[in-house]
């Protein structure tokens, strides 16, 4: 189903691009690995596609988004970006391919992009290493590998701690939890499947950062259902997924403790 407004067509399922119209910017994404339309699980997809949707929220660009199955990629995206797996950016014909130059595209090119790459050395120190220590989470699974990631999401609590702001460098959204925020969805998600792991009740600052993103259309739009993302984890791991899976209506998790008091 197309999400349809006059800034955003977010669409599920690969249609061809007009690589010579300048109508709009087109993101392609990673498609489910389950059901080879919805969003995948991607999370470099996702955070260019909230980067973009917001910039179209603030009618600086027209954005089109557009899933690809790369199990069984057209053959149409075959001829015009051979093996390149997505995000793929087009902007004005221009395909941008690579993730480092899709974020200086942004930056540098797209209208209203250099304002969310904002500089902040102390909260690039802070998220830089989330991701890569669930992933060692998830791989060894021990009191330690647990320990190291609640320690780095607790530094973060008290970021914001400090902050008093709702997100990461302030009250407007920028890059950082573009990127942070994805990351952490997989965290709650993939993390309770997998390993039993939740993120505590008591670092409070981090939930109530969670619960304001939860409440904004460039992530409730962009985020991948629970069953993408453990599924996304199931392929890493070589494990097949089961039959009922597929036909599992597809949930987000979104709730946050109840004890956590929001404004």
């Known amino acids: 189903m197309s999400i349809v407004t006059t800034q955003f067509v977010i669409q599920s399922g690969w249609s061809p691009i007009d690589l010579n119209s300048a109508l709009r ?30 910039l179209a929220e603030l009618k600086t660009i027209s ?11 057209p053959p149409d995206f075959r001829s015009n970006f051979d093996a390149t797996s997505p995000p793929i950016l087009v902007d004005n014909g221009l395909a941008v391919l690579e993730n480092e130059k899709i974020e200086r595209h942004i930056m540098k090119n797209v209208p209203g992009g250099h304002n969310l790459f904002v500089q902040d050395k102390e909260v690039a120190t802070k998220i830089e290493n989330v991701y890569s220590k669930f992933k060692l989470m998830l791989m060894k699974g021990d009191d330690h590998s647990k320990q190291v990631l609640l320690s780095v999401l607790r530094k973060i609590d008290e970021h914001l701690g400090q902050k008093k702001t709702r997100f990461l460098t302030g009250d407007t959204l920028c890059c950082f939890d573009c990127e942070l925020m994805p990351k952490l969805q ?8 997998f390993q039993e792991f939740e993120i505590p009740a008591e670092y409070e600052n981090l939930w109530r950062y969670m ?53």
């Open 186 to 193: 997989h965290i709650r998600v993939a993390g309770k499947f």
């Open 25 to 54: 910017i087109v993101l392609c994404c990673e498609a489910s690995t389950i059901d080879g339309r919805r969003k995948g699980a991607c999370l470099f997809c996702q955070e260019y596609f909230m980067d973009l949707y917001l």
């Open 211 to 263: 619960h304001h993103m939860y409440l904004l259309d460039a992530f409730t739009q962009s985020c991948p259902a629970d069953q993408d993302i453990i599924n996304h984890y199931k392929l890493q791991q070589g494990t097949k997924m089961k039959k009922r899976e597929e036909l599992e209506t597809p949930s987000f998790t979104t709730s946050i403790p109840a004890s956590v008091q929001v404004e």
């Open 63 to 73: 954005l089109k988004v557009t899933t690809v199955d790369m199990l069984k990629p």
